[in-house]
């Protein structure tokens, strides 16, 4: 849902507290998460932004909060932006001792960047951080696909900044909109290439095809997973749950975990975890108020307080979740016989996906120009002006709800950045 970013977002997280370090850290290897123990690693995740700067912060929340989500039979949780120099200790805390790992995002040129590497430099210390987006739906439609350029940038700058620091392999990705037009070009260009150094750790998609009482083949999930057949790194779902018809069943996830998708899909995240306006929660603090009256309220929705379950849409994830468990690969068994080549790198097309697979990357503050889309080179600019593409809405104007992209600029495009909570 969230597309644009102002504030900083959070990465992945680990705390020395003998809790923390007992949480087992997510690699990516070939097209799968893995735990540090070996066992293959599925995503059960929610999003979860109470307050548009960090909510990340409130100890007692965090742990009543992820309590609740232990109920539920969560395990990971998406932020969308966080301070990173806030103290997050005790939050972070909370989550592991919860076993729940995080996603989160930032915007992205060279001040950005910074911004950036300060986010990563606060969560790498943290074992329950499992990975980090470099941007959320900057891609909206085939005609702004010469954007891709500046995405895959910066997974080559934040992996580059990771492994200079020495830093552990948190995995760098890109959670991207359901795009026809971009299906399945996007994700085979973030992972295809030669260089390991360019490509995306990950790739994930918000999707809103099963809505309500649909099937595989109906939603359009069957084609979702012909898409990602024999892809090289692990791909997942960055947020699902249609809030129409009613009520939310989920009987996507049925699918995801199950035969048909869980040997190339590695989990979903269901959006949202609180309920405000655009009514897509899974629980609330408490009735409506004014918000004139209360200061922890927005549009009228609290911000903090006991989890009080939406019924009955709470109720049919937990039900979902609860009979879904795939045990997947052990490390050992699928590293001694995966071999996974990348995919091609697709090529533009007339009317459809713009950019040559092969371009050269751009570095930050050039341009894309139109070599990138004909010849193959990126080349510095000093003139380029800006474009924007808008989503189509899903949520409304909310914390975590709101569907605006940002544009190209003359430097570096405004990518976001993002992290997930492990559960």
Known sequence: MLVSLILPSLAFLLTTDNALAATPIISAVGSKFFTADGDQFYIKGIAYQLI?????????QCKRDAKQMQDLGANAIRVYHVDPTADHKGCMSAFADAGIYLFDTPTWNQSQLTAFSAVLDEFQQYDNTAGVFVGNEVLTTAEVSNAAPYVKAAVRDMKAYRDSKNYRKIPIGYSAADVPGLRPMLQNYLACGDNDAERADFYSLNVYEWCGDSSYDGSGYSQLEKNATGYNIPIFISETGCRMPRPRLFTDQSAVFGPDMSDTWSGAIVYEWIQEANDYGLINYGPTVDPNISTDALDGYPRSGMPTTQSPDYGNLKSQW?????????LSAY?????????????????????NGNARLPSVGQTLDSAATSSGATTPSTTGGATKAT???TGGGTISGGREVAGMAVGLLTVMMGFVIWL
């Open 52 to 60: 548009s700067t960090d909510p990340l912060v409130d100890t007692d």
């Open 322 to 330: 609860a009979t879904l468990s795939p045990t997947g690969v052990k």
């Open 335 to 355: 590293s001694a016989s995966a071999r996974i080549t990348p995919p091609a790198c697709p090529t533009s097309t007339p009317g459809g996906w713009i950019v």
């Open 391 to 393: 989503a189509s809405p």
